[in-house]
């Protein structure tokens, strides 16, 4: 069983709408946890870190929670736009690995 | 600055053959890594190095070697190719081994092994 669990697998929403990614993990003991976009073709890109301390982070239109006790972080997409279509992973790092999960697939339509 | 540059982006192979799969950085990191990508599943290291000269196998090694000769190139080799290895490879540099360290990826390789 994979310690990084994503949902939804996929999510389809209108440009303009909010929307929010779920990420849950086992990871034990926990270092950080980072969100990352993936465009079609491409590598995954950085957007926000989180620590043990933090419980939100905003990066612009995203904004990230982690909630250490339950192992729970969401990722809150304000006002989406055509360009937030992507996959979106989470990474979950104890003090020696990174465990990545199989992502969100995200399309904004118009 | 290009980055993390990967070549090539596509490969077509025949089982039983061999290949390179390039990867370099200008970035001067230490920390250089190589990813596999299947779907429905999270991406998986391979092969990993946190210097010139040092290389370690990670969670998926079988089949694929790695060397390390300077900072900047860590090329993936793969010996003899099955279809099994047929999937998408990132290579990623960070700055340092810590991770908390963001991972700077490549575009990918796109490998279909027949």
């Known amino acids: 069983k994979n310690q990084v669990e994503q949902s939804p697998q996929s999510l389809i929403i209108l440009e303009g709408k909010n929307c929010t990614l779920q990420?849950?993990?086992?990871?034990?003991?926990?270092?950080?946890l980072r969100w990352y976009k993936q465009d079609t073709g491409r590598g995954p890109v950085s957007l926000t870190i989180m620590t043990f301390s933090e419980n939100t982070k905003s990066n612009g239109r995203y904004t990230a929670t982690l909630d250490a006790d339950t192992k729970q972080s969401s990722l809150h997409i304000t006002a989406s736009q055509l360009s937030d279509s992507a996959s979106y992973i989470c990474?979950?790092?104890?003090?020696?690995?990174?465990?990545f999960g199989a992502g969100t697939r995200l399309t904004v339509k118009p | 600055n290009a980055g993390v540059t990967q070549t090539p982006k596509f490969q077509v192979l025949k089982t039983g053959q061999s290949m390179t799969l390039q990867c370099a950085q200008d970035?001067?990191?230490?920390?250089m890594s190589w990813y596999r990508q299947d779907p429905g599943m999270g991406l998986r290291l391979i092969h990993y190095s946190v210097g010139a000269g040092i290389t370690d196998q990670g969670e998926v090694p079988n089949g694929y070697n790695v060397s390390r000769s300077t900072t900047e190139d860590f090329p993936l080799r793969l010996l003899s190719a099955a279809p099994s290895q047929t999937s998408v490879y990132f290579c990623?540099?960070?700055?340092?081994?810590?991770?908390?360290?963001?991972?700077?990826f490549g575009s990918g390789t796109q490998l279909s092994v027949l």
């Open positions: 990623a540099s960070s700055y340092s081994v810590g991770f908390r360290e963001k991972l700077f």
């Open positions: 990420c849950n993990y086992t990871v034990s003991p926990f270092s950080n």
């Open positions: 990474v979950v790092s104890d003090f020696n690995d990174m465990r």
């Open positions: 970035m001067n990191h230490e920390y």
